[in-house]
């Protein structure tokens, strides 16, 4: 543990705050924007798979949206038209989620160019 961390928590000690109190207002805010980082990492990581669903749903209504993209193209016709609409629609939940938590990222990006 860095020192400006335990004396943050020795403060927190020292104001009468106990463990709890302690993690909600001082840990929690501190790590909130590499924990929500870590999320839409994750959240990206988790739209964008196609291997494991690919291979484990075998029943065509459960299939998840990559998969069914895949499938949407096949060897004999393609309607680009139709694919790049698809493409565009799976995209939207990304960057809704990207917009929301920008200041988050950007600020948890920052946060380690600093020198304290």
Known sequence: MQEWQQ????AACIDGCGVVRTMVQVIFPLV????IT???LFFLWTWNDFLMPSLM?????????TVMIYMFKSNASSEWNLLIAALTL???PIVVL???????????ITAGAIKM
């Open 7 to 10: 004396e943050l928590e020795e």
């Open 32 to 35: 909130k924007p590499t924990s």
């Open 38 to 40: 870590i999320g839409v």
């Open 57 to 65: 749903i075998s029943d065509s209504n459960k299939r998840t949206l």
């Open 90 to 92: 799976s995209i939207i």
């Open 98 to 108: 990207y917009i929301l938590a920008q200041k988050y990222i950007t600020s948890g």
